[in-house]
């Protein structure tokens, strides 16, 4: 590394001529790559933004000047040119860095992001404060990668455009969302873009906003020259640059959905280095049960909010559904008010969506669906405690969802229970159905006979007495390993399913206080507000002893899951343990 290795801060880029930058953009992107080929990341996003990131802190002063990432998945070279090239370049260093911004690693990030449509809003507090307090510094929110079809980034703009002061607002266009961009404001993009920004049809000349355009925005010395033009400007402005995504990587040129984040890869073959034992997952699952659907019925309808490879709807399938599938771009409030709509119409739409990002239509869960009571059917992909850095953790969605009244959100335990939950939840009128996807694929033992129109109604898997574990979807695995240890205890526990997250089978709580003294729960998710409160509560005024199991109410990021449940005793042998201490 020529360049790379004797940046140690921003002022250090400032030192370089154009010629050394252009060098210094290869090293960034072998840095990138590097990175992203041993422990996997975002690719495309990263290499598509070098060039702009390279000539921000050229023409800017970070900290002093303030710069926000939208999602921060675009910024691996902005930690490169702020001292974290230990995160690329070393083995151990890459554990020691996150993918997304972080104030902990840093005095240049500013805000822990990994989540989209952010940026502006945060970039519009940090410019108030800024006048409030009679600073004088830049502000800069950069936004892109499908970030601008997000509502909070249409209520960001809009709040800027009326600062009447320093608002730099870099709209990153590469012409790509995650997957394809979806909805109107693409086709004015688009549109600027054609007419390299003379159109008069214009978004954010519209708005108020002064307005630049830069054609080819992975050119550095055109982009110095562009942002040096609006350094302390007193207007809120926009520079709309034209990018490449993935530049640099011919395969994440050529394939930029795959590319936009990935596994880890052999950088010369493209070609993904970890391997998995090929088995059914619940995205194939979902996909081949929907698709047959809507050959039967064309009133059920598919949709996704920006992140449809997450939920296994790669190209090919969201082609195959044709008319039936929308993406309604990074917008979760609009596909859950765009469902209860739907459903108000008479159709049977299926919103796929992971846990991580639901809670963004918390609003429109409640207001929009729930008091509505119109039956649509949401899917919640990845809902469980992980490994997953702070920003995309799955175990919040048991307390959003389940506590709404009007939803009955269901936990299904087999393939062949969620199949049957799926089926029911579409054809039903009565009520708005979330169901809880597991993350592993189990085989049901025996048959599924359910009428889930019964709302609330517990399975008894295995009927015991002194203990009852009651295991909540994909805990049911768990469940039964816990009272396999209790048996080598002389002890025969019940174990149930519960099925229903949103509400509790009274009958079965009561007939359990005849034999059982102490009752167990398990669940995949955050404690508080949770599934397991809700039999505690029931229980409160019995001499019943009840037991919780599952997260804490914390961030974790990136930690390791096994120990997660040692942290949580959510082992067999921790379980067990904890039973027999207060039996």
Not at 334 to 352: D, E, R, Y
Not at 388 to 394: C, E, F, Q, V, W
Request: include cysteine.
């Amino acid at each position: 590394m020529t360049y790379l290795n004797h940046i140690k801060n921003p002022q250090d880029v400032k030192k370089l001529n154009v010629s050394e930058l252009e060098t210094l953009a290869e090293e960034i992107r072998a840095a990138i790559l590097n990175r992203d080929s041993k422990i996997g990341g975002h690719v495309g996003p990263n290499l598509g933004i070098v060039e702009t990131t390279i000539a921000l802190h050229y023409v800017f002063n970070s900290p002093k000047d303030k710069i926000v990432f939208d999602v921060s998945h675009q910024c691996y070279p902005h930690k490169l040119l702020t001292g974290r090239q230990d995160g690329f370049l070393t083995d151990e260093g890459m554990q020691k860095i996150s993918g997304y911004t972080n104030p902990a690693e840093s005095e240049h990030d500013h805000f822990v992001v990994g989540h989209t449509s952010t940026s502006v809003s945060l970039a519009c507090g940090l410019a108030k404060a800024r006048d409030l307090k009679g600073e004088n510094h830049n502000v800069i929110a950069l936004i892109g990668d499908g970030s601008l079809s997000g509502g909070e980034a249409f209520e960001g703009l809009n709040n800027a455009a009326a600062l009447n002061s320093n608002i730099i607002i870099i709209v990153n266009d590469n012409e790509m969302s995650i997957a394809e961009n979806h909805g109107g404001l693409y086709t004015n993009l688009r549109l600027l873009r054609q007419t390299e920004g003379q159109a008069e049809l214009n978004l954010f000349k519209a708005m108020g906003f002064d307005y630049h355009y830069v054609e080819n925005g992975n050119n550095i010395q055109t982009l110095i020259n562009s942002l040096s033009q609006i350094k302390d400007t007193k207007k809120p402005t926009v520079i709309h640059i034209h990018t490449l995504k993935g530049k640099g990587y011919k395969f994440a040129e050529t394939d930029k959905e795959t590319w936009h984040w990935n596994l880890p890869f052999d950088i010369n073959r493209g070609q993904v280095t970890v391997s998995f034992e090929e088995q059914e997952n619940y995205g194939d699952i979902t996909f081949n049960f929907l698709h047959q659907k809507i050959k039967q019925d064309p009133s059920v309808v598919v949709l996704a909010a920006g992140t449809p490879g997450a939920v296994g709807l790669s190209p090919e399938r969201r082609k195959a559904l044709g008319r039936n599938y929308v993406d309604v771009g990074i917008a979760e409030e609009q596909a859950v008010a765009m469902s209860s709509g739907l459903a108000k119409a008479g159709c049977k739409p299926v919103f796929c969506v992971w846990s991580s990002f639901i809670q963004r239509a918390y609003d429109q869960l409640s207001q929009d669906l729930a008091i509505n009571n119109n039956p649509a059917v949401i899917l919640v992909f990845s809902g469980a405690i992980s490994s997953m850095d702070a920003t995309h953790l799955g175990c919040f969605d048991i307390p959003l969802i389940s506590n709404i009244p009007n939803i009955v959100y269901l936990a299904p335990t087999t393939k062949e229970e969620y199949l049957s939950m799926l089926d029911w939840g579409v054809e039903q009128t009565a009520h708005p159905v979330v169901i809880r996807v597991p993350t592993e694929v189990v085989y049901a033992p025996a048959p599924i006979k359910a009428n889930y129109d019964e709302l609330n109604k517990f399975e008894i898997v295995e009927h015991g007495k002194d203990v009852a574990v009651l295991a909540l979807g994909s805990f049911l695995t768990l469940g039964r390993q816990t009272i396999a240890k209790l048996k080598e205890h002389g002890i025969n526990a019940s174990l149930i399913n519960p099925r229903y997250i949103s509400g509790l089978d009274t009958k079965l709580l009561n007939s359990l206080k005849q034999d059982h003294q102490i009752v167990v729960t398990l669940e995949d998710g955050e404690l508080d507000g949770g599934f397991g409160e809700k039999i505690a509560r029931f229980y409160g005024a019995d001499k019943i002893k009840v037991l919780n199991f599952g997260a804490k109410k914390e961030f974790t990021d990136r930690t390791p899951l096994k120990e997660l449940y040692h942290r949580y005793h959510l082992t067999p042998e921790q379980i067990t343990a904890d039973i027999l201490n207060i039996k």
